[in-house]
């Protein structure tokens, strides 16, 4: 897989993050939907003129329900962003088990996680890891997590890779 479309992904949301000071503060229910709310819509607006067609915005998981945030069919790759992902009760379990259905639907080979600082090293904790690590085993989904910071264009040094 080529990181071209993942590192524009990423220089787009780092264009993003400083109109959204709120980015990497957790403000709870109420506010905290309307921060993260309007951070979205922002992004998705700079992906569409940017991608056009080579990205899919909330592309559809079947008749589930459920949507990935993006989605690179030429790369077979979804990106979510999820900035608690460090956190216990995150998005991390959905995201993953949202990716492994998708892969019913269309292909999937990579799925991304761009999150808040400490999103990394949370996800080489002995329980991600091994989820991480069965996930890449058993369903063939490589998985990589990347730390979104205020300070780090290169953040994509930073990933967390699977051992396959």
């Known amino acids: 897989m080529t990181f071209s479309n993942v590192e524009a992904l990423l220089k787009l949301i780092h264009e993003v993050v400083p109109n959204h000071p709120t980015f990497f503060q957790t403000i709870g229910a109420g506010q905290g939907n309307k921060d993260s709310n309007a951070f979205v819509k922002a992004v998705q607006s700079q992906v569409a003129a940017f991608f056009g067609e080579n990205c899919k915005i909330e592309q559809k998981v079947g008749d589930s329900g459920m949507a990935v945030d993006y989605y690179f069919p030429d790369d077979k790759t979804i990106v979510e962003v999820a900035r608690l992902v460090k956190n216990p009760n995150s998005e991390f379990h959905k995201d993953i088990l949202?990716?492994?259905?998708?892969?019913?639907?269309?292909?999937?080979?990579?799925?991304?996680?761009?999150?808040?600082?400490?999103?990394?090293?949370?996800?080489?904790?002995?329980?991600?890891?091994?989820?991480?690590?069965?996930?890449e085993a058993e369903h063939d989904i490589h998985i990589k997590v990347y730390d979104i910071t205020t300070s780090s264009i290169d953040v994509l040094t930073g990933m967390v890779e699977g051992k396959g």
């Open 98 to 135: 949202k990716a492994m259905l998708a892969k019913s639907y269309f292909e999937v080979e990579h799925l991304i996680f761009f999150g808040g600082p400490g999103s990394k090293a949370a996800c080489e904790r002995p329980a991600r890891r091994a989820i991480i690590d069965w996930v």
